[in-house]
């Protein structure tokens, strides 16, 4: 190919790198309004009858997700030292998407303070659930993880406004 030619490919191939990028802002986005909000499941159905529960500890704020997971557990799947009686908590934090009736988090397990855990007890890693929203009204929120089918109904605690922040 002369050199003509070749210039003309690498001047149109670039023109349309140019184009078609385009720089994203450097600020979280807004998420959705309705969700906005800390949201905590008060109790569990039939939790008695079941050998594992967790219970969610929610807080959505502009397009982000914190989640506390408090777990009771009749059977012991760790190591002893782990176990705690039956009775410990994990926390997660990341992004959220709502697709039609979907809600989709994906994030990474963290420590208490959010900083994200690399070793330790129970799930290190990523963090990503689905759950199929029910129903929502401006006080509580119907889920139903897509995983394994169990409920999870919220109660709105506290609303919150979304104000982005700088990435």
């Known amino acids: 190919m002369p050199l003509i030619q070749r210039l003309m490919c690498y001047l149109l191939f670039f023109t349309a790198m140019a184009v078609s990028c385009t720089r994203l802002p450097n600020v979280q986005g807004e998420g959705e309004a309705f969700i906005q909000g800390v949201w905590n ?18 807080k959505f704020t502009c397009d982000s997700f914190y989640v506390d997971l408090t777990t009771h557990s009749k059977v012991n799947y760790y190591a002893d030292s782990c ?55 401006p006080d509580s929120l119907f889920l139903e993880n897509t995983s394994d089918q169990r409920e999870c109904n919220l109660v709105l605690k506290q609303k919150v406004v979304c104000e982005p922040k700088e990435l």
Not at 89 to 96: I, P
Not at 108 to 119: C, E, G, I, P, R
């Open 41 to 58: 499941q008060d109790s569990v159905a039939n939790s008695g009858k079941l050998l594992n529960y967790t219970q969610h500890k929610f």
């Open 83 to 137: 176990f705690n009686n039956g009775l410990w908590k994990e926390y997660a934090k990341g992004v959220y998407e709502v697709r039609n009736d979907s809600l989709i988090l994906e994030g990474t397990y963290t420590h208490a303070s959010y900083k994200q855990k690399l070793t330790g007890c129970y799930n290190i890693g990523r963090y990503i659930k689905s759950f199929h929203i029910r129903a929502f009204k």
